[in-house]
């Protein structure tokens, strides 16, 4: 099965600019969940889909990040404008109820 | 509020020593307990779990025991390779929601 996946690998923008990062999730697995990594500190939790409703968004840092889930399958995660403290790796995760999560290899956003 | 605290690293072993990575937690209620590892230009992998006190994880060799008493999930194997060489995060979930991690532990592992 494929596993869960991730665009870009490594985008660097501009500070100001808009990125979007997209996840697919593996096929039928309703729980997505988006994490992100600044600076080498702990892997911290952004939002929680289930199908396409937000189950919790309680991580979510500012209104400058916009997270969509259409359809109940991909993902997009945006941030506009980017500041330079987004900078890190951003992770997708998804399950299927009541089982572990399964990550994408991350997006690495560079804000320059 | 909720935490977990790992141990710092870089750890840097040689191969076939023991290996063991503290992890401790805060939470309230009984939540599932994780490792995860991530491998040079891969993502995060499930490692192990446990989900009630007193579980044992296992699997490549690595094992960690649910201890309640102590909020613990320490990481362990007997006998570490070069490939076992990555970073190694602890969380946990309250069933299998958000997971919360730790700050994660690079294990370098010489030949």
């Known amino acids: 099965e494929a596993g869960v996946t991730q665009f870009p690998s490594h985008s660097v923008i501009e500070k100001g600019q808009t990125v979007t990062l997209r996840c697919d999730p593996i096929s039928g697995h309703d729980n997505l969940y988006w994490y992100r990594r600044v600076m080498g500190k702990e892997i911290k939790f952004l939002l929680h889909?289930?199908?396409?409703?937000?189950?919790?968004e309680s991580g979510m840092p500012n209104n400058r990040f916009l997270a969509e889930r259409t359809g109940g399958t991909y993902s997009t995660l945006k941030v506009q404008p980017a500041e330079l403290e987004d900078s890190g790796v951003y992770f997708c995760?998804?399950?299927?109820?009541?089982?572990?999560?399964?990550f994408g290899d991350g997006t690495r956003l560079s804000i320059l | 509020g909720n935490s977990v605290t790992q141990m710092e690293g870089p750890v840097t072993l040689s191969e076939e020593a023991f290996l063991t990575i503290n992890c401790t937690y805060t939470?309230?209620?009984?939540?599932?307990l994780f490792w995860y590892v991530q491998y040079p230009g891969e993502g995060l992998q499930l490692l192990l779990k446990a989900t009630k006190a007193d579980d044992k994880g296992s699997n490549k060799g690595f094992e960690a025991t649910y201890r309640k008493e102590t909020t613990s999930f320490h990481l362990e194997k007997g006998s570490v390779q070069v490939s076992d060489s990555a970073v190694y995060f602890c969380a946990f979930a309250k069933g299998f929601q958000k997971l919360v991690f730790g700050t994660g532990t690079r294990l370098l592992v010489s030949p």
């Open positions: 939470a309230t209620g009984y939540p599932s």
């Open positions: 889909f289930v199908k396409e409703s937000k189950q919790d």
């Open positions: 995760a998804s399950s299927p109820k009541g089982q572990p999560q399964h």
